[in-house]
């Protein structure tokens, strides 16, 4: 696979309230991955994500979007470059879907631009991607709680960014619609070559639909790999503290579940 | 698949056309109000008179109409800059309402949530002190330092909000609000104080119109105007916000410069409203209110089709307040209130199904 790299962090390190949040992160994502993070609470995932979008100031390492450091990026820039999904959205009341979808044209409209048939068009086929285009002219507060989580997600595609960030997408739904979202975000990171960087707690889920995972403790990323290098019982004995028992089920997914005596 | 995208193409359309009548019908009826307005007062102004008078200032149309000059000079020197000060005070108020409704993300704040113009209102009162009645440029003044004030109140806020809680809404709003009466009962003393000259207590505190004319009109009107149109071309900005400050920053928004912007604007378009009718209450909150319920929470829907019925609320207000105690007036402000309240409340009654206040 000779995938380009789109996002580059070397030896990052954070503090807040002079607390060491990460420490000394080194991670490469390329193209047409979906990478997860995953860790207990409080490992300093969120923080990752959110140091990686600049809301947080770095304190050490660098950051680099195909090869430009991050810093130099005006902030109109970073928002064609990443799109961002946050763990709980606020939405607006009495808004449109339609509209809220549209939001994430406003990065590629100037000034005095007005949305456009063709931003129209990006919205409809975000929608459409998943699967929700029925809803489109509801309101956002109307819908469901996974039903809202899937706009929000095409609001982000229809940003049309080469790197999308998700901090938890599919956490507390149910097992049915969170392998779906999954699924969405991983045929979005292989069919259009994006880079899709994932925070979550669903290890399963992880395992099965990632090309890339990174282990985070305390703010250290103790291994990163693929699936299939890095979920052993050692590791997951290291990072949750848990001993664990790994099968495989009869289409050959792996299986992680939590061993007590 | 197709038929889909077709029909969505025509409910576009039909937005855009429905958007212009709206605007056309806005437009009409505001011309009608000012007309109507024109007619009513003190002395009564038959309709054809009116009319007739206004065929006659148009430019290339010459029609040999004689009018009383007194009549004349009431329509034109009189009644016609007090409509459209209060006219543009409406609207002024309104949209620094929805701005400031926008900014806070919160449907309660209005114009002088923040204390922005119990600093104006003080100011001017010091104003009065200082500079004479008659001078050349005297409204000018005044308005220079209402805004000052308007301005030093809302920048004191927001640094001790910075200082006391880094900006947290809940502090912006208590310290506004500290600022606020702070600012209200400074200027009640001096209006005790200064018991021989220049305004009298309810004119200002409660709002009045009868200082406008002209001279008043010119400063006060290119600024809000102005004002608003700067404010319409954000509407899009004031939407974004509303999904919260972080992710309107992965958007591209600039969250903290726009809100700070935008604040300023609102500010200076109530700076100016307070310089030049006083206090009016009530304007800047339930008009973009009642403007939610009829076209949805759209911001670039809300500041124009809130200027105008702003505009015309506070016209009509207007004309009730001149003629219902005729010669003497009733303060502007208690009048938007008794108006405006239960009006409002039963706007609310028939049509609050699905909108949040």
């Given at each position: 696979?000779?995938?380009?790299?789109?996002?580059?962090?070397?030896?990052?390190?954070?503090?807040?309230?002079?607390?060491?949040?990460?420490?000394?992160?080194?991670l490469?994502?390329?193209?047409g991955?979906?990478?997860?993070?995953?860790?207990?609470?409080?490992?300093?995932?969120?923080?990752?994500?959110r140091?990686?979008?600049?809301?947080?100031?770095?304190?050490?390492?660098?950051?680099?979007?195909?090869?430009?450091?991050?810093?130099?990026?005006?902030?109109?820039?970073?928002?064609?470059?990443i799109?961002?999904?946050?763990?709980?959205?606020?939405?607006?009341?009495?808004?449109l879907v339609?509209?809220?979808?549209l939001?994430?044209?406003?990065?590629?409209?100037?000034f005095?631009?007005?949305?456009?048939?063709?931003?129209?068009k990006i919205?409809?086929q975000?929608?459409?991607?998943?699967?929700?285009?029925?809803?489109i002219?509801?309101?956002l507060?109307?819908l469901?709680g996974?039903?809202?989580?899937?706009?929000?997600i095409a609001?982000?595609?229809a940003?049309?960014t080469?790197?999308?960030v998700?901090?938890e997408p599919?956490?507390n739904?149910?097992?049915?619609l969170?392998a779906?979202?999954?699924n969405i975000?991983?045929n979005?990171?292989?069919k259009?070559?994006?880079?899709?960087?994932i925070?979550?707690?669903?290890?399963?889920n992880?395992?099965?639909?990632s090309d890339?995972?990174c282990l985070?403790?305390?703010?250290?990323?103790?291994?990163q790999?693929?699936?299939?290098?890095?979920?052993?019982?050692?590791?997951?004995?290291?990072?949750?503290?848990?001993s664990?028992?790994?099968t495989k089920?009869i289409?050959?997914?792996t299986?992680?579940?939590?061993?007590?005596? | 698949?197709k038929l889909?995208?077709?029909?969505?193409?025509?409910?576009i359309n039909?937005?855009?056309?429905?958007?212009?009548?709206?605007?056309?019908?806005?437009c009409?009826?505001?011309?009608?109000?000012?007309?109507?307005?024109?007619t009513?007062?003190i002395a009564e102004?038959?309709?054809s008179i009116v009319?007739?008078?206004?065929?006659?200032v148009?430019?290339?149309?010459?029609?040999?109409?004689?009018?009383?000059?007194?009549?004349e000079?009431?329509?034109f020197?009189?009644?016609?800059?007090?409509?459209i000060?209060?006219?543009?005070?409406?609207?002024g108020?309104?949209?620094?309402g929805?701005?400031?409704?926008?900014?806070f993300?919160?449907?309660l704040?209005?114009?002088?949530?923040?204390?922005?113009?119990?600093?104006?209102?003080?100011a001017v009162?010091i104003?009065?002190?200082f500079?004479?009645?008659?001078?050349?440029f005297?409204?000018?003044?005044?308005?220079?330092f209402?805004?000052?004030?308007g301005?030093?109140?809302?920048?004191?806020?927001?640094?001790m909000?910075?200082?006391?809680?880094?900006r947290?809404?809940s502090?912006?709003i208590?310290?506004?609000?500290?600022?606020?009466?702070?600012?209200?009962?400074l200027?009640?003393?001096?209006?005790m104080m200064?018991?021989?000259r220049?305004?009298?207590?309810?004119?200002f505190?409660?709002g009045?119109f009868?200082?406008?004319?002209?001279?008043?009109?010119?400063?006060t009107?290119?600024?809000?105007?102005?004002?608003?149109?700067?404010l319409i071309?954000?509407?899009?900005t004031?939407?974004?916000?509303?999904i919260?400050?972080?992710?309107?920053?992965?958007?591209?928004?600039?969250?903290?410069k726009?809100?700070?912007?935008?604040i300023?604007?609102?500010?200076?378009?109530?700076?100016?409203?307070?310089?030049?009718a006083?206090?009016?209450?009530?304007v800047?909150?339930?008009?973009?209110?009642?403007?939610?319920l009829?076209?949805?929470?759209?911001?670039?829907?809300?500041?124009?089709?809130?200027?105008?019925i702003?505009?015309?609320?506070l016209?009509?207000?207007d004309?009730?307040?001149?003629?219902i105690?005729?010669p003497?007036?009733?303060p502007?402000g208690?009048?938007?209130a008794?108006?405006?309240?239960?009006?409002?409340?039963?706007?609310?009654?028939?049509?609050?199904?699905?909108?949040d206040l």
């Amino acid at each position: 696979m000779n995938f380009k790299t789109s996002l580059a962090i070397q030896n990052l390190t954070l503090y807040k309230n002079k607390i060491k949040i990460l420490d000394d992160i080194s991670l490469e994502l390329k193209e047409g991955n979906l990478i997860s993070i995953i860790g207990p609470t409080g490992a300093g995932k969120t923080s990752l994500l959110r140091t990686i979008l600049q809301f947080e100031k770095i304190n050490d390492g660098s950051i680099r979007i195909f090869q430009k450091d991050m810093k130099k990026l005006k902030l109109n820039e970073l928002a064609k470059n990443i799109s961002f999904v946050h763990q709980s959205s606020f939405l607006p009341v009495g808004l449109l879907v339609n509209k809220y979808v549209l939001f994430g044209r406003n990065p590629h409209l100037g000034f005095f631009d007005t949305e456009s048939k063709i931003d129209y068009k990006i919205v409809e086929q975000a929608l459409k991607k998943v699967d929700s285009l029925q809803f489109i002219d509801r309101e956002l507060t109307t819908l469901s709680g996974g039903e809202q989580r899937l706009i929000i997600i095409a609001r982000a595609i229809a940003q049309q960014t080469p790197i999308m960030v998700l901090d938890e997408p599919a956490a507390n739904l149910d097992f049915a619609l969170s392998a779906k979202i999954m699924n969405i975000l991983k045929n979005i990171a292989v069919k259009e070559r994006k880079t899709v960087l994932i925070a979550t707690h669903d290890v399963n889920n992880a395992i099965r639909f990632s090309d890339y995972m990174c282990l985070l403790k305390h703010g250290r990323i103790i291994k990163q790999g693929t699936p299939s290098e890095v979920m052993n019982n050692e590791n997951i004995m290291d990072l949750y503290g848990a001993s664990a028992q790994i099968t495989k089920d009869i289409d050959g997914n792996t299986i992680v579940s939590t061993k007590y005596n | 698949m197709k038929l889909n995208s077709q029909i969505k193409i025509m409910t576009i359309n039909i937005n855009f056309k429905s958007k212009f009548a709206i605007t056309l019908i806005m437009c009409i009826s505001l011309i009608s109000i000012i007309f109507f307005s024109l007619t009513v007062g003190i002395a009564e102004i038959p309709v054809s008179i009116v009319a007739r008078s206004i065929i006659n200032v148009m430019p290339f149309i010459h029609f040999d109409l004689t009018i009383s000059n007194n009549w004349e000079q009431i329509i034109f020197d009189i009644r016609l800059p007090r409509i459209i000060a209060a006219g543009i005070v409406g609207a002024g108020l309104s949209c620094a309402g929805v701005t400031y409704q926008g900014v806070f993300r919160n449907h309660l704040a209005d114009p002088y949530l923040l204390g922005i113009a119990s600093g104006a209102a003080l100011a001017v009162t010091i104003a009065n002190y200082f500079v004479p009645p008659n001078i050349l440029f005297s409204f000018l003044w005044i308005q220079l330092f209402a805004f000052f004030g308007g301005l030093l109140v809302i920048c004191s806020v927001y640094l001790m909000a910075f200082i006391i809680d880094n900006r947290n809404f809940s502090t912006i709003i208590l310290t506004g609000i500290a600022l606020s009466s702070l600012c209200t009962s400074l200027t009640f003393f001096l209006l005790m104080m200064q018991s021989t000259r220049g305004l009298s207590i309810l004119s200002f505190l409660f709002g009045s119109f009868n200082t406008a004319d002209w001279n008043v009109v010119i400063y006060t009107a290119p600024i809000i105007i102005l004002g608003i149109i700067f404010l319409i071309f954000f509407g899009r900005t004031l939407n974004i916000l509303q999904i919260g400050p972080e992710e309107a920053k992965t958007l591209g928004i600039k969250t903290h410069k726009m809100n700070m912007l935008l604040i300023f604007v609102a500010s200076i378009i109530t700076c100016s409203a307070v310089a030049l009718a006083g206090i009016i209450g009530f304007v800047g909150l339930i008009i973009p209110h009642l403007c939610r319920l009829f076209f949805g929470n759209d911001y670039t829907k809300l500041l124009m089709f809130s200027g105008f019925i702003g505009a015309m609320f506070l016209i009509l207000v207007d004309d009730s307040v001149r003629t219902i105690i005729a010669p003497r007036e009733i303060p502007i402000g208690a009048m938007t209130a008794l108006v405006g309240s239960p009006l409002f409340i039963y706007f609310l009654f028939i049509k609050s199904n699905g909108h949040d206040l």
